[in-house]
């Protein structure tokens, strides 16, 4: 397998049975629509779920303000292993959960396909992610393939609270609640990895805070530990960080960087996410507007091609000089923050880096700009030079805020910072399940690798395992792939069932 830096030969990796799937033999399994689990009563409540459906999290909550942490809650069934807004929302959380589960068929093939075999039996993931319907689907593809699972959210604002019930009363350790404190985020993840009550031995991260607690709070567990699993820029630096030191002490997948994450969730679901997410809290006009993107990794470019499309004028801000020529080919304007930030209606940090926008910045905006970011960690924003004595902070919608300067000025902020789309809106579960399904083909290759295929480093995903992952999605939009000829595959000099392209391949 190749590393971060190497373009390499991979190490072995044995196809399993059911991953040899022919796409004409997919056809029916793709459409069939998954069963409901059980009739459900339509007087559920419509103050109960309106709160906490992804449809409407923007609206203001009408639930009691109290921590969770001081609420003792039991499921139908007696089981008390978990910490979430509201267990009474759970029926409601399963309804999302079965809608998201019409778009993410791949996860429902790949149980049907490898739940015989049971390619996770013995697994018992720690997990740290976004916990919405589109990971709840997730993490009960984990189980039917045999793994146990305890979760957390990594990410303070972006937990749909009646998924997270549903999961609760399915019995799955579950620890977060839309609207956490600093303080309840760490206190969650301490209650989700469980000190010496459960060993974990595989990790599922986003962003590197789980990981990043182990090692501060519980390194013994990494002896039990067979690998990690890390899908966010943020969480990969982490690990290349810890691998460089050498205190990287079992094998990591680089999830972000595996081609059906990195040229699909990154590009296409901020796409379409960036435009819902604005929209939703600022009603704002694009039309003739000016932009400034700071960042044109895939993110970036799919911020920019959404706005571009509604007729903002676009800036673009980098770093990289081949991102940099690839937003001139693209008609943006490539220029330094400094130079636009006076005129731009809109600012969005699209990096996974740290202080991008500072308050040398944010002092020269012009009043009323929008200040947001794609990127996963809160870090972008120099939020710590916002919080002093002479500015305001005023919240006028839930993740809102007006920034006020003793002159008047305001900044509209989002999200304080965080990831907006999950913060804000909804991301389409069709491109989510590409992302979960390679999540899930990587704890799987890590968990039931032969000792020794992989060392105490981070690793990229097996290309043909990439393109397993594409090859379930493409039914579902009625996609007919060419078959190589046995002629053509000795010209190329390639298996006429891939994998197709060198590790080396751009895309």
């Known amino acids: 397998m190749a590393k971060w830096d190497s373009c390499g030969s991979s190490p072995a990796f044995t196809e399993p049975r059911w991953m040899q799937i022919q796409l004409t033999d997919q056809k029916q399994e793709f459409n069939k629509r998954p069963t409901k689990t059980g009739r459900r009563s339509l007087s559920h409540s419509i103050s109960q779920s309106s709160t906490d459906s992804y449809s409407s999290v923007g609206s203001v909550s009408s639930e009691d303000e109290s921590s969770p942490r001081d609420k003792a809650q039991t499921t139908s069934k007696g089981f008390s292993d978990f910490c979430i807004k509201n267990i009474k929302q759970a029926d409601f959380g399963r309804r999302e959960i079965e809608i998201a589960q019409q778009e993410m068929p791949a996860l429902m093939v790949l149980r049907k396909r490898a739940a015989g075999e049971k390619p996770l039996a013995g697994a018992k993931v720690l997990g740290c992610t976004h916990i919405t319907a589109q990971t709840a689907v997730l993490i009960e593809t984990l189980i039917v393939l045999g793994a146990q699972c305890r979760w957390a959210a990594c990410n303070i604002f972006s937990t749909q609270n009646a998924v997270a019930a549903a999961l609760a009363e399915r019995g799955i350790p579950v620890f977060a609640w839309r ?41 013994s567990l990494f002896k039990s530990l067979k690998g990690i699993v890390e899908e966010s820029v943020t969480g990969i630096y982490r690990l290349y960080q810890l691998s460089k030191a050498g205190k990287l002490c079992v094998p990591a997948m680089n999830v972000n960087d595996s081609v059906t994450k990195q040229k699909f969730d990154n590009l296409y679901c901020c796409k379409e996410s960036i435009l819902d997410g604005l929209k939703r809290t600022t009603d704002t006009m694009f039309g003739g507007k000016q932009v400034a993107v700071c960042g044109y990794g895939e993110v970036g470019k799919g911020c920019c091609a959404a706005l571009k499309a509604l007729g903002a004028i676009v800036y673009v801000t980098e770093v990289d000089p081949i991102c940099a020529l690839q937003a001139c080919m693209d008609g943006f304007r490539v220029i ?25 910045h944010l002092d020269r905006m012009k009043n009323g700009c929008i200040v947001c970011n794609m990127g996963h960690s809160s870090t972008e924003i120099d939020l710590a030079s916002l919080r002093t004595t002479e500015l305001r902070w005023e919240r006028v919608r839930p993740q809102v805020d007006h920034v006020i300067w003793p002159d008047g000025k305001r900044i509209v902020l989002l999200a304080e910072g965080r990831l907006l789309n999950l913060s804000c809106s909804t991301v389409p579960s069709l491109v989510l399940s590409i992302t979960a399904t390679t999540q899930a083909m990587a704890l799987i290759e890590l968990y039931s690798a032969p000792e020794g295929r992989y060392k105490q480093d981070v690793y990229l995903l097996p290309k043909k395992m990439d393109e397993f992952v594409a090859s379930l999605h493409l039914l579902t939009l009625d996609a007919h792939v060419t078959e190589l000829t046995d002629e053509q595959a000795k010209y190329l000099g390639i298996s006429k069932h891939g994998p197709f392209k060198p590790n080396y391949y751009r895309y």
């Not at 985020?185 to 789980?210: E, K, S």
């Not at 600012?347 to 500072?358: D, E, F, L, P, S």
């Open 179 to 219: 609207g956490e404190s600093e303080d309840d985020f760490l206190w969650c993840i301490d209650r989700c990895v469980g000190g010496n009550t459960w060993q974990p031995n595989m990790i599922l991260d986003d962003g590197g805070d789980l990981t990043h607690w182990i090692y501060k709070k519980h390194p």
């Open 336 to 360: 330094k923050l400094s130079e636009v930030v006076r005129q731009v209606d809109v600012v969005i940090a699209c990096t996974g880096n740290k202080n991008v926008v500072v308050r040398e």
